[in-house]
């Protein structure tokens, strides 16, 4: 399946994407994802054991989403998000690939994501969601209510996509989910030093994970639903 049939920027034009620029340059884009692409891309998908965010690895993953990847990272989508964005020339940026396929309670605090970062991209792959808020992604106004929302919250549902610009107050989290949530987040970053730090960090915490997953689920498993931590 070729890259560009799989994410077309002119689908970013759908009647019911929202872009917004205050209180910081967002958008919320449905159905970004052809539906005859959904069994492949289940199929292809990483077989983490382990909990959290991890550095793509093409040999983890199967063609569909590596195709997927590419374009996700391409110049073309670099720049067709970006203007909406207001950034110029996203696509000069190095780009940081993490994917995810679940998550442990402590995750998705309240965060604006590291200075390092220009924007941020998450594109989600379930192909269902319980009937609840948990785990969905919230754009926020404080960095200390989860409920302070600025637009609808996303389901990480299969084909939703969600991207923001970096700022002092881009404010996002979600409320404690445990539990399968695929998606594949791209960063774009200030420097290739700094894409090879967070690798480096990434691969890291994975090792970390696969001999101590057990104190990972419990480490923070009660939060409250309003933590924060500061990037």
Known sequence: MFATSLLDPARLDRPDTLVRHEPFPFMLAHGQLPEEARAALDQDFPKYAEAGFFPYNEQDCGPSVKALVEAMTAPAFASAVGTRLGIENLGQYPTLVTLCRALNKRHGTIHTDSKSKV????LYLNSQWPDTSDGCLRFLSKIDDIDATVAPEVKPLYGEFAIFK?????????????GERRVI????LTSEEEKLRKTQRGRFSRTMKKLFGGLDRKVGAGRDRNAAHRD
């Open 119 to 122: 924007a941020t991209a998450l």
């Open 166 to 178: 970096r700022c002092d107050n881009s404010f996002h989290g979600h409320l404690p989910y445990e």
């Open 185 to 188: 987040q791209v960063a774009w």
